[in-house]
């Protein structure tokens, strides 16, 4: 094939509902990467004490589970959240065998503070919508996200 045969190729496919999706979330995610960056913390770190937040004391491989996460990527995750005093790892109440997950005061404090960046973040995401707008486009991402 030669340029003169396909001379639109990029353009098609930067024309895909599908590309665009992918680049608008690429955009967003950056928004939300560097405002929750003022806290020591990537989406990554977020999603883990978020989740010990919600599910703790949860044991690792609970949040690998929940996550989808690689097991040796949520190990290193949770020995940062701990080295930061945001969570801390203790036998599990319900099998002594195993470590559970639970997240400290600070921690709690630091995802409150996370979740108003992100908040901020988003806010200026949709600045180019009107309200109703935003609440459409959630609306339509929902849906075609829960296919």
Same mark, same amino acid.
């Given at each position: 094939?030669?340029?003169?045969?396909?001379?639109?190729?990029?353009?098609?496919?930067?024309?895909?509902?599908?590309?665009?999706?992918?680049?608008?979330?690429?955009?967003?995610?950056?928004?939300?990467?560097?405002?929750?960056?003022?806290?020591?913390?990537?989406?990554?770190?977020? +999603?883990?004490?978020? +989740?010990?937040?919600?599910?703790?004391?949860?044991?690792?491989?609970?949040?690998?589970?929940?996550?989808?996460?690689? +097991?040796?990527?949520?190990?290193?995750?949770?020995?940062?959240?701990?080295?930061?005093?945001?969570?801390?790892?203790?036998?599990?109440?319900?099998?002594?065998?195993?470590?559970?997950?639970?997240?400290?005061?600070?921690?709690?404090?630091?995802?409150?503070?996370?979740?108003?960046?992100?908040?901020?973040?988003?806010?200026?995401?949709? +600045?180019?919508?009107?309200?109703?707008?935003?609440?459409?486009?959630?609306?339509?991402?929902?849906?075609?996200?829960?296919?």
């Amino acid at each position: 094939m030669t340029r003169a045969e396909h001379p639109r190729a990029l353009a098609h496919i930067q024309s895909l509902p599908s590309w665009l999706a992918g680049r608008v979330a690429a955009h967003g995610r950056s928004l939300v990467t560097r405002a929750i960056a003022e806290e020591g913390l990537k989406l990554t770190h977020h +999603a883990v004490l978020a +989740a010990v937040c919600e599910y703790g004391p949860v044991a690792q491989a609970d949040l690998v589970r929940q996550l989808g996460f690689d +097991a040796k990527d949520v190990v290193l995750l949770v020995n940062h959240l701990e080295d930061a005093g945001l969570a801390v790892r203790a036998a599990d109440p319900r099998d002594r065998r195993k470590n559970a997950v639970t997240v400290t005061p600070a921690g709690v404090e630091t995802l409150e503070r996370c979740a108003a960046l992100a908040e901020r973040a988003n806010a200026e995401f949709l +600045a180019p919508l009107s309200e109703a707008e935003g609440r459409q486009l959630m609306e339509l991402l929902t849906r075609v996200y829960e296919v």
